[in-house]
C-alpha cells in the first residue's frame, strides 16, 4: 500500500518558519511529481508548490519568495521550505504524488501560525 506520510507542522508565530517533510513507500518516487497542497477551514483544497520528476519547481504567486519545495530522491522525500509565515497560512498541508493517472495523497500536517 502506497503511503505518504507529512512531518513537521505545528505552532508558529507570525514571521516564522517551519520545515514540512513527506516520505513516500511502495511507489518509484524518482518518477513522480511531489505537490503539495493546502486547506483552511471552510476553503477548498489549493495548490501551494510542486517539484517535477526532473526537479523544476512552481509555486503558486503568493507563495513565491516565501515558499520553497525540494526532493530526494534517495530518501524518497519531498520538503516544503517555509518562511515569513502569516495568519493566512494556517491551514491542513497534504503531500500529493502524481504520475500519469496514479495520484496519492498524504494524510496532512496542520500548520497554525498564530501569535
Known amino acids: 500500500q502506497v503511503q505518504l506520510v507529512e512531518s513537521g507542522g505545528g505552532l508558529v508565530q507570525p514571521g516564522g518558519s517551519l520545515r514540512l517533510s513527506c516520505a513516500a513507500s511502495r511507489i518509484t518516487f524518482s518518477l513522480y511529481t511531489m505537490g503539495w497542497y493546502r486547506q483552511a477551514p471552510g476553503k477548498q483544497r489549493e495548490l501551494v508548490a510542486a517539484?517535477?520528476?526532473?526537479?523544476?519547481?512552481n509555486y503558486v504567486n503568493s507563495m513565491k519568495g516565501r515558499f520553497t519545495t525540494s526532493r530526494d530522491n534517495a530518501k524518497n522525500t519531498v520538503y516544503l521550505q517555509m518562511n515569513n509565515l502569516k495568519p493566512e497560512d494556517t491551514a491542513v498541508y497534504y503531500c500529493?504524488?502524481?504520475?500519469?493517472?496514479?495520484?496519492?495523497w498524504g494524510q496532512g500536517t496542520q500548520v497554525t501560525v498564530s501569535s
Open positions: 500529493n504524488a502524481k504520475n500519469g493517472y496514479r495520484v496519492y
Open positions: 517539484v517535477t520528476s526532473g526537479g523544476d519547481t
